[in-house]
């Protein structure tokens, strides 16, 4: 004997051929039960109808007429490029305030290396991002590994090009750097977020991390432009650590706004 919950079961799994022609013992149960009759009717009610052309052309017209046009967007090595040259024009602007007066101290190898690998970095950073700005775009990685391969990337040339010997008192200037680079960040931060919003990006998080971590470039190539000290210690911790201070702020502010947007979504 089939019980009430065994009858319910087999109504959600059954399609309508095995509703139609139930098993002996559904049967019996249907039989003696008043309650399981009236939901077996309803779930035969509920079959859906076939659609008619005249139906479908009203839900067609329903459905165009409240579609809006949207912009297009620009290819994603034009997007890519705006990155960059927003990276370029507040880098340029910064240097011609603040100036480069210890590239001058630094080896050519030192100066160019660091130089080529910050532009590297910088672009294949604008080129993530360019991704992340229309949906559909091939991702080649999460805002986790660009960080981290970037950083790893010019954590490692740095232990190559400068020397391992730390000067006295390094740990304080570390953090006097590291608060600078922060800072000489933040001029980035509003063409990069403008930029951002001519977009259509997914995740506001992973945004956030990417165009963080490219306003940091901006700061660590100031302290490299800037500062005195060559240590290969003091570079990696009061100069790298910039750029993943602001991706780490750039994620957090870009959960906090899809925080807000799913809020505004409930409350709709």
């Known amino acids: 004997m089939h019980d009430c919950e065994s009858i319910a079961q087999f109504l959600e799994r059954a399609g309508?051929?095995?509703r139609a022609a139930p098993p002996e013992p559904i049967r019996a149960h249907l039989e003696q039960c008043p309650h399981c009759r009236e939901l077996w009717r309803f779930m035969a009610d509920a079959e859906p109808a076939a659609l008619t052309p005249q139906a479908e052309e009203r839900i067609t017209q329903t459905l165009l007429g409240s579609l809006q046009a949207v912009r297009p967007l620009p290819s994603r090595t034009m997007i890519a490029l705006a990155f960059m040259a927003v990276f370029l024009a507040v880098s340029a602007l910064t240097v011609a305030l603040v100036g480069w007066s210890s590239a001058q101290a630094m080896t050519t190898l030192q100066l160019l290396g660091m130089l080529a690998a910050i532009l590297v970095s910088a672009g294949l950073t604008g080129f993530w991002l360019s991704g992340e700005m229309a949906p559909g775009e091939k991702r080649w990685t999460g805002p986790g590994g660009l960080c981290a391969g970037s950083l790893a990337a010019l954590g490692t040339l740095i232990l190559v090009l400068f020397p391992w010997e730390a000067p006295p008192g390094w740990l304080a200037i570390s953090i006097k750097c590291f608060r600078a680079g922060f800072v000489l960040s933040l001029p980035a931060v509003a063409p990069l977020v403008w930029l951002l919003r001519r977009g259509f990006p997914l995740s506001w998080?992973?945004?956030?991390?990417?165009a963080g971590l490219l306003a940091g470039m901006v700061g660590f190539l100031m302290l490299h432009m800037e500062c005195r000290f060559y240590s290969a210690p003091h570079i990696v911790l009061g100069h790298l650590t910039a750029p993943l201070a602001a991706?780490?702020?750039?994620y957090a502010l870009g959960k906090v706004i899809e925080a807000y947007q799913r809020s505004r979504a409930a409350e709709a």
């Not at 998080?205 to 990417?210: C, D, P, Q, R």
């Open 16 to 18: 309508a051929a095995e």
């Open 205 to 210: 998080g992973a945004v956030g991390a990417g």
């Open 247 to 250: 991706a780490g702020v750039g």
